[in-house]
């Protein structure tokens, strides 16, 4: 008589565990022959882990102050060469207003020139 209280007894027991996994068995493999959803962002089922907080290492307050150091080093002996100077015209120039322009030939000191301007028009000024 034991024996057949003990198999009805497992026989009930293994009936909901054996439905439990069809069902998670059912769950994996539509699970596994689904496509990857990487950009899928619907409804779902999510495990989000709880945040982890990794202090930082702990130094001893207050922090140690160096000096500056007692010596720095020169500055190194050769630096780069000046640029050479813009040539200077010895000719004659005429200046106009807020322009200035080489002459194309000599002319008196003081007489009548024109420089042209942005626009390409005539502005008189006096030659040195």
């Not at 069809?22 to 990487?38: K, N």
């Not at 202090?55 to 007692?70: R, T």
């Amino acid at each position: 008589m034991v024996q057949t209280t003990l198999v009805a007894l497992l026989v009930r027991l293994l009936r909901p565990a054996a439905l439990v996994t069809l069902a998670g068995a059912g769950l994996i493999g539509a699970a596994v022959s689904t496509p990857a959803a990487a950009w899928w962002r619907g409804g779902g089922f999510y495990v989000v882990a709880p945040p982890v907080y990794i202090a930082p290492p702990i130094y001893p307050y207050p922090a140690p102050v160096y000096p500056p150091p007692a010596y720095y080093a020169p500055p190194p002996v050769s630096y780069a060469p000046a640029p050479p100077a813009p040539p200077q015209s010895t000719g004659q120039s005429c200046f106009a207003g807020p322009y200035a322009c080489p002459m194309d030939h000599p002319t008196a000191s003081g007489s009548a020139c024109y420089c042209l301007s942005n626009e390409r028009s005539k502005i008189w000024g006096r030659a040195s």
